[in-house]
């Protein structure tokens, strides 16, 4: 059983780097078809955010944000629920990271810095609870009420930042300043790699320990493989699913704070920018395991950030980069994919099990 249960693990991190490998090489292929210029399109994709600092600097700011929403995910895919809030969450969090920033100026930075980022994970599980607790007391659809919720938190932002601290100055709809102490120190120079990046490393130990040291994670990853069982076994179903998502929201919230205070001195984001979905794709890519979030992350930036220079300095058009997250996804949600090679490993790992024990008993009759 254990052999069987450290097959499935292997290969479903197997099935993972398959994917993405394949998906990178039909990548690789598209650009020779689509591109009058395939060799540049491909060395810009390829080495493009390793060609300078700032590049490099902008792929891991970036994985930063998919790390804190990435972690979101793991909450809500430990009880099976998937709770789609956090791009809303992500958005609401860094506009009233800004609104109180630029309200509260004047208060010390030692002061005023955590209470935002703490009011940023209040904000997160306050949101993820709207469409945790109306599945769990009305049994109103977690999916459709999250996504939905997605649209009322941006359009929330858009009327607290149009009516609450739009800057006139600006030739196009932006909050004004927040004060510049405020802003999260760089930590690589010329680079947006910031402090943000330890918070995402400590809340990435934190997880992993939350989910499989502790009672609450043994209780939520047994609510989220076999509900009855856990039911059977004393745990509070209902309850363990809320506070998951709860406190998935959380992390999605910072992450909205973080990625404010990091790389932006103002709140401008006039449309969805789909880091919550990001993290979705980050969650599938780590299989779901909290300490492989940051690979995923990193992964999903460096395409990310590939496809965006592609995009800006060749004929390529910018839908590219959602090609190349599509074709990962089919291939790592479809079952099928690899599954008689899985079957294979299993029934040959069986086997050799049972002919070891044979060969046991043979050698105690002898």
């Keep these: ?34 591109s009058d210029e395939p060799v540049m399109a491909i060395r810009q994709f390829i080495v493009g955010p390793f060609s300078t600092i700032r590049r490099f600097g902008d792929m891991v700011a970036l994985a930063t944000l998919f790390t804190f929403t990435g972690l979101c995910m793991c909450f809500m895919y430990a009880v099976n629920k998937f709770n789609l809030s956090a791009e809303g969450i992500v958005i609401i969090s860094g506009c009233m990271t800004t609104y109180l920033g630029i309200q509260l100026q004047g208060i010390p930075k030692g002061i005023l810095l955590p209470v935002l980022l703490l009011t940023s994970i209040l904000i997160g599980m306050a949101a993820a609870a709207i469409p945790a607790v109306l599945n769990a007391r009305f049994d109103a659809h977690v999916v459709v009420v999250s996504l939905m919720l997605n649209y009322i938190l941006f359009y929330l932002s858009q009327f607290i930042l149009k009516y609450g601290m739009k800057d006139v100055s600006m030739p196009s709809l932006a909050s004004l300043k927040y004060p510049e102490e405020l802003k999260l120190a760089v930590l690589v120079p010329k680079t947006e790699i910031h402090a943000g990046l330890i918070i995402a490393a400590v809340c990435v130990v934190l997880v992993v320990i939350a989910i499989y040291k502790t009672p609450f994670g043994y209780a939520m990853r047994t609510v989220g493989s076999n509900p009855n069982f ?45 880091y919550g979905f990001d993290g979705l794709i980050v969650a599938v890519m780590a299989h779901r395991n909290p300490a492989l979030v940051p690979v995923g992350a990193l992964l999903l930036a460096y395409i990310r950030t590939g496809a965006d220079i592609v995009t800006r300095t060749t004929d390529i058009p910018a839908e590219f980069v959602s090609i190349v997250q599509g074709i990962i996804i089919l291939l790592i949600a479809a079952e099928m994919f690899l599954s008689g090679l899985k079957r294979r490993m299993i029934f040959k790992s069986a086997r050799e099990s049972l002919e070891n024990t044979e060969k046991q008993q043979e050698a105690v009759k002898a």
Excluded: C, D
């Design 1 to 34: 059983m254990k052999t069987a249960r450290k097959i499935e693990s292997f290969f479903g991190v197997f099935r993972v780097i398959i994917a993405v490998l394949i998906a990178y090489m039909i990548s690789l292929i598209a650009l020779t078809v689509i």
């Design 230 to 274: 856990a039911k059977y076994a004393g745990i509070s179903v209902t309850g363990t699913v809320v506070a998951a998502q709860i406190i998935g929201g959380a992390f999605a919230g910072l992450g909205g704070a973080v990625e404010i205070l990091g790389r932006y001195e103002r709140f401008r984001w006039l449309e969805m920018p789909n």
